[in-house]
């Protein structure tokens, strides 16, 4: 493992445990094994480490993402709900830096995801146009349609991870199934 690599994964390590308020590259270092100045060598701020956080973590999510494999765009999309949830739970550092915490890296609605900035939205859109175009879903703005599936989805495993939830992750992601199955057929 490259030292560059050693410190995003120190730096994940630290998001988990202290949060974006904690969170030092001085800490950071240290459970790297290195001086702060060794990590002002590949990062020259906290600003900068969190962006590349924020990029790591993408990428992480577009590979989870990039592994549904469902023909069937309301399959797809049931899919990928799934999956989003899943993340909160498994990789809830990543996850935050995907989607709380600010980065630099995150896509702001609605100019980012118009332009197509974000892969997985894209991805979404054009599952909701598929399922448009063979009847499954109402013609409506496929952007604004993503949008609110993935507020429904952020609003769940938000509510579970800060503890609302009793429920143990199978029956979460049995509830984030049929929250997107309501979704889905509502429309």
């Not at 950071?28 to 094994?33: L, P």
Request: proline residues 4%.
């Amino acid at each position: 493992m490259t030292t560059k690599a050693r410190i995003l994964d120190c730096a994940l390590a630290e998001l988990e445990r202290a949060g974006i308020d904690g969170f030092s590259l001085r800490t950071v270092g240290t459970a790297a094994g290195l001086t702060p100045m060794a990590v002002y060598r590949h990062y020259r701020n906290r600003e900068t480490l969190l962006a590349a956080v924020g990029e790591a973590a993408f990428a992480e999510w577009q590979t989870r993402i990039a592994r549904i494999d469902a023909r069937n765009p309301l399959d797809w999309l049931r899919a990928g709900g799934r999956a989003y949830a899943a993340f909160a739970l498994d990789a809830p550092a990543k996850f935050d830096a995907c989607f709380v915490l600010r980065t630099s890296v995150e896509r702001l609605y609605p100019a980012d995801f118009q332009a197509g900035r974000s892969p997985v939205v894209a991805q979404m859109v054009e599952r909701i146009e598929a399922a448009q175009r063979a009847g499954d879903l109402p013609r409506d703005d496929p952007l604004e349609f993503a949008m609110v599936l993935w507020a429904e989805l952020h609003g769940l495993a938000m509510l579970h991870r800060s503890g609302r939830f009793t429920l143990k992750r199978r029956s979460f992601l049995a509830l984030v199934d049929r929250a997107m199955d309501r979704l889905l057929r509502a429309q």
